[in-house]
Every structure is written in structure tokens, then in C-alpha cells.
């Protein structure tokens, strides 16, 4: 059982910049995505990165504003948002895909990951 942790979430304002973490714990690396949910809206993509840091993805209406990164050394997976907006609130889920696979292929779909963390509210007030 690989268990995700994601501090890091709060009330920011417009504008701001937020630095999401998640900490996986467990000895190998994994694909890790991270996703998030609006009220009212499905679970959506943010970013990917493979197992390696070689290869990452980002959903088309968010990547001019976020970054994922991860320090397998340190076993936690990132992701920066700048430029945050009220829309950008929601719950902000990291996930993994717990296998074997190779290390430079990103993952994007829901199914594809079969860990999943308790979630972060992210909140941005205008």
C-alpha cells in the first residue's frame, strides 16, 4: 500500500503562486499525476511525470502556468501554479501508478493510476 500525502493546499488570493507537494511512501518511484476536482465538475488532469524526471505533461488549459517536478531522493512530487485564479479552486489530488513500467512514460488518464491521496482545497479568492 503506497500511501500520498499533499499538504500545502490553503486560501490564496488572485495572482499568487502555490507550491502543491506530495509525498509517496515508498522505495521505488512511480508515474505520478496530479489531478483536480471543482464542485461540480469531474476529476480532471493537471500534470504527469514519469518515473524517471525525464517526461512530463501538462493539460493544454494549464500549462503555461504550472510545473511539475519531483525529487525521487525525497520520495515528493510537486506542482507549482502561478498566476492563480478563482477558477483554479478545487481539490487538488496527487496519484500514482503502482507497477512496473518503464521510467520515461507519463501517464494522463484517470485509470491510470490506482493510488490516489486524500486530497488538498485549494481556494482563490478574488
Known amino acids: 500500500q503506497v500511501q500520498l500525502v499533499e499538504p500545502g493546499g490553503g486560501l490564496v488570493q488572485a495572482g499568487d503562486s502555490l507550491r502543491l507537494s506530495c509525498k509517496f511512501s515508498?522505495?521505488?518511484?512511480?508515474?505520478m499525476g496530479w489531478f483536480r476536482q471543482a464542485p461540480g465538475k469531474e476529476r480532471e488532469i493537471v500534470a504527469a511525470?514519469?518515473?524517471?524526471?525525464?517526461?512530463?505533461y501538462y493539460s493544454d488549459s494549464l500549462k503555461d502556468r504550472v510545473t511539475i517536478s519531483r525529487d525521487n531522493a525525497q520520495n515528493t512530487v510537486y506542482l507549482q501554479i502561478n498566476s492563480l485564479k478563482p477558477e483554479d479552486t478545487a481539490v487538488y489530488y496527487c496519484?500514482?501508478?503502482?507497477?512496473?513500467?518503464?521510467?520515461?512514460?507519463?501517464?494522463?488518464?484517470?485509470?491510470?493510476?490506482?493510488?490516489w491521496g486524500q486530497g488538498t482545497q485549494v481556494t482563490v479568492s478574488s
Open positions: 511525470i514519469s518515473r524517471s524526471t525525464t517526461n512530463t
Open positions: 515508498a522505495r521505488l518511484s512511480f508515474a
Open positions: 496519484a500514482a501508478k503502482i507497477g512496473i513500467y518503464r521510467t520515461d512514460v507519463t501517464y494522463s488518464q484517470l485509470t491510470d493510476f490506482n493510488s
